[in-house]
């Protein structure tokens, strides 16, 4: 177990997370990592952009979300408000 716990927490992706490690993102170095990842991108593409749809398209680096979620809960519309004071 503590094998898959090490993997999953620092080396596998996770696209809910922008492709980031769980680690990454609850240590603060997503964003350092995006940064990393677009400049290694733009170099790439510039050395091969027949690989990249051509010189006018730019890799896309997927943005970290504002919120996310193991389940996230339902939207509740139907909650009881409290009513007017009379």
Known sequence: MDEFTQWYNHEHRHTGIGLHTPADVHFGLATAT?????????????RHPHRFGGITT?????D??????INRPADDTNQ???PDAA
């Not at 995006?34 to 170099?43: E, N, P, Y």
């Not at 970290?64 to 979620?69: A, E, G, S």
């Open 58 to 62: 730019t890799p896309k680096i997927l």
């Open 34 to 46: 995006a940064a990393h990842r677009r400049t290694v991108l733009a170099q790439a593409r510039a």
């Open 80 to 82: 009881e408000t409290e």
């Open 64 to 69: 970290l979300p504002d919120t996310v979620w």
